[in-house]
């Protein structure tokens, strides 16, 4: 098949083309890679800022790369927001994909109208980036992403997309629970893919001292929970300093992320996710320990009925600080962790088996 991914999220575009490309199909990722992330793509869609200017210069980039848009046997947009151009505006582009190509697909990979819906109107989770139980978190950034994903033309847009295209792929559990529950006639769940090529997996050992190692993005905080996570974890190293330390990084690119990832004993991640992320994962194939997203509908989605690698939390401070607490006055539990965290990845996650997956689906 000749395929064309449209957008990135954590690498996920382009670990999937190195997937399909293996199993022998012709895959083009366009992109802006995924901003200062700078993922690896094939056609450059970048907009430095969100200023008016590239602005223009960035749909000029598009609409130059247009034509090479055609022509596809499947087309998937990584979200309603594929171009670094807000979503209603790239509606036009999204009809014109397909007019010019086979199958449509969009995916489920983040935030958007239907998990907004889902949090806001429903009690299917215990807790999200929106609300636990009946408190809503009222952040800057939670307004401004329901103001244009739960009411604005955003929301709009991700429905017309929904209504006419070929199926929704979600890859986390909250995301395929949202939309399972307002759109199961389109919504297909596949796990992420992670390539372990190239991936130095390490046993890790009891260490004397427990190096966490914590991610932040500056921009993202409160959505990814390092808001809340970060104090708690420097209380923890405050309270035994001969036992743990802290590495923190922000706002590194993916490559230097990876290398600063490689002496930690456990990573923190994903405070209000019930399924681990990219970065969960990656940290995971090396062998570390995840603290965050491990709830029990994650394991039921895939089936997986021994292994429970993930230091699960929920977002209250006082059980994460028990959660670290423990790992640091029991590190001899790290060592069964790692080895879980690392046979986790390889049976669930394997580039390879979930590129299989999307070519089967898209085959249908």
Known sequence: MKILLLGEASGLHWTLAEGL?????????????NGWKNYPRDIDLARPTNSLTDGFRCLFR?????????????????????????????????????????????GAFGTDYYYCKACMESDLYRYSDFKTGDYYRDTPLNRLTLDDWYWGRSARANQQIVDTCDGVIACLWEYYAAYRLYRPDKVTYIPLPIDLRGIQARLRTTPERVNFFIGIQSQRSDVKGTDVMLPVLRQVANDYPDRCRVTEVCDVPFARYRQLLDNADVQLDQLYSYTPSMNSLLAMAKGMVVVGGGEPENYELIGEKKLRPIVNVTPQSADIYRALEDLVLHPQRIPDLSAQSMEYVRRHHDYLRVAAAYAELYAR
């Open 21 to 33: 490309r293996a199993l022998g199909h012709e895959v083009c990722v366009a992109s802006d890679g």
């Open 62 to 106: 598009i609409l130059r790369h247009l034509h090479e848009f055609r022509g596809y046997d499947v087309v998937q947009l990584i979200s309603p927001y594929f171009l670094r151009l807000r979503s209603e505006r790239t509606l036009p582009v999204y009809q014109y994909l397909r007019r010019h190509n086979g199958k449509v697909f969009l």
